[in-house]
């Protein structure tokens, strides 16, 4: 029998989890925005066309920052076109993604959607096309208070409050090929420095996000990092990470990917920290995990020139969502560094949340361990003492059973995550949380099943979802976790 032995001790803590670690992402891309959020003919649409339904299903998510406007999309963005008399918004080629955009939603629309969605708003600016000058209109159009050009159109456009976002992120992927107005890291990093300095002038209180390597497969991978960091260290917070996982091999190895995972991002911060020895610097970047996900990037078809085209639909198995679930255990165990993380993307582009015009919305098997973590993964991350097998992946030996553990702020309840990846047997998790007095299993919650292909779907919504298991009989504290399981297992601790 495979068995897991996790002792978690009250006063051996990795880090505070910063709740911007449950951050998603809405991009002008495919109906993420047209037909996702906002879609005037839906039934259920309020006075500014935004699907009730669909704020719905966010709120229940809770992610505390949106990331807006892009992705790739974002480099080619004039902000301007999407403010203003809509009538007077011009319609643009989005050369990112091959797409008409209209600009009916711009900043002053999304802006009120995240209200309503109980969100924040993570910004990106235009480093691609776009120039210092013009990400210093935007952010003085979203957080001046008024009495410049930039601020009083804002008011005359509906908002008499600034914005005041505070999280910026300094381009998109700005390495890469396919983004528009790539640079080389030297080009960027002075770029971004510039661009920094003219918006912290504007306003001091925001945090910047340099863009690092847009993945570990980059040819520029890490060398790009430390790079535009030696240009900009002094300017920004964070350096931005990216990655997508596909099931190219076995569904071991697919599932061994929060171990990749881990290992990219202790690159990044071997990088980072390299940089600030280099500058004899005392401050430390953290890392902003801004686009992850599952995403099955090989299939994906273009399309030419059409509004709000299906792009990128994917839809997700339930081997899929203990993917997502062991990547949030591993940004979860990074939380000493990993600040911000984004699931990419929210609604209907590689999401979690899919609509079916006329026939409402659904969530996928994804949907449930990002929830659990939003919900459940808040507070301060305990140290995962473990003893357990491993099994060699092509990702390297990883432990069989990963696990992460969250001491809420009330300091009343303990949320251990923990992915069995093994596909063919239960594992045994014995817990030990002796150090925090008298305690109880008060809720244990599962995603598994025999069929690792399933997923819902508008005719079979709920084809996969998370259930409540029975609490075992505690003298002993070893919970037999199901094969490929996600698992949820709260405990509380009596005061
Ligand atoms: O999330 C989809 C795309 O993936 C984003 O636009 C881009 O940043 C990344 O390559």
Not at 141 to 160: E, I, L, M, V
Not at 308 to 317: G, I, M, S, V
Not at 446 to 468: F, M, Y
Request: some cysteine.
């Amino acid at each position: 029998m495979n068995t897991t032995h996790l002792i978690l001790e009250k006063d051996i803590m990795r880090s505070r989890v910063d709740d911007r670690l449950f951050s998603s992402f809405i991009e002008h891309l495919g109906r993420a925005i047209y037909g996702g959020i906002y879609d005037p003919d839906d039934p259920t649409a309020d006075e500014q066309g935004f699907r009730t339904d669909v704020i719905k299903l966010v709120k229940a998510l809770q992610p505390t920052l949106v990331r807006y406007p892009g992705g790739n999309f974002v480099s080619g963005y004039d902000w301007t076109d999407g403010i203003g008399p809509r009538e007077l918004r011009p319609a643009r080629l989005d050369l990112a993604w091959r797409s008409i955009e209209s600009n009916v939603i711009g900043i002053d629309e999304f802006y009120d959607w995240s209200k309503k969605a109980g969100t924040g708003i993570l910004a990106a600016v235009n480093m691609g096309t776009g120039t210092p000058h013009n990400a210093g209109a935007l952010l003085e159009y979203c957080n001046h208070p008024g009495g410049t050009a930039w601020s009083d159109r804002r008011k005359a456009n509906g908002h008499q409050e600034p914005f005041n976002i505070k999280t910026w992120c300094l381009g998109n992927e700005m390495d890469g090929p396919w983004q528009i107005g790539q640079l080389s890291a030297a080009d960027y990093g002075k770029k971004a420095r510039e661009t920094a300095k003219i918006m912290k002038w504007i306003d001091p209180d925001i945090e910047l996000v340099l863009s690092g390597s847009s993945a570990p497969s980059m040819p520029t991978y890490p060398e790009w990092d430390r790079i535009v960091l030696e240009h900009a260290y002094d300017q920004v917070e964070f350096l931005s990470l990216h990655r997508y996982y596909e099931k190219v091999g076995s569904p071991e190895d697919f599932l061994a990917s929060f171990w990749d995972m881990d290992q990219f991002i202790k690159t990044v911060c071997a990088t980072a920290d390299y940089v600030k020895a280099l500058k004899r610097s005392k401050k430390t970047i953290n890392l902003s995990f801004d686009e992850w996900n599952v995403w099955y990037m090989s299939q994906q078809t273009p399309h030419d020139w059409q509004s709000a085209p299906a792009l990128l639909e994917d839809r997700y198995t339930l081997l899929d969502a203990l993917v997502v679930g062991g990547l949030g255990i591993t940004l979860l165990n990074n939380a000493d560094r990993v600040k911000i993380a984004c699931l990419a993307q929210l609604v209907n582009v590689i999401a979690p949340i899919t609509t079916v015009p006329g026939r409402g919305a659904f969530v996928h098997s994804t949907y449930y361990p990002f929830r659990d973590l939003s919900c459940y993964g808040r507070g301060t991350v305990l140290v995962p003492i473990v003893k357990g097998q491993s099994q060699e992946t092509s990702f390297g030996d990883a432990p069989l059973v990963p696990v992460a553990a969250v001491l809420d702020d009330a300091g009343t309840t303990i949320t251990v995550f923990a992915l069995n990846t093994d596909l063919d047997h239960v594992a045994d998790l014995k817990l030990d949380v002796r150090s925090f007095g008298s305690c109880t299993l008060t809720e244990w919650s599962v995603l598994a099943g025999t069929d690792l292909t399933k997923q819902n779907s508008a005719e079979d919504p709920a084809a996969v979802k998370t259930v409540q298991k029975t609490i075992p009989e505690q003298s002993d504290w070893v919970l037999h976790l199901d094969p490929a399981s996600w698992n949820v297992i709260r405990i509380g601790i009596k005061k």
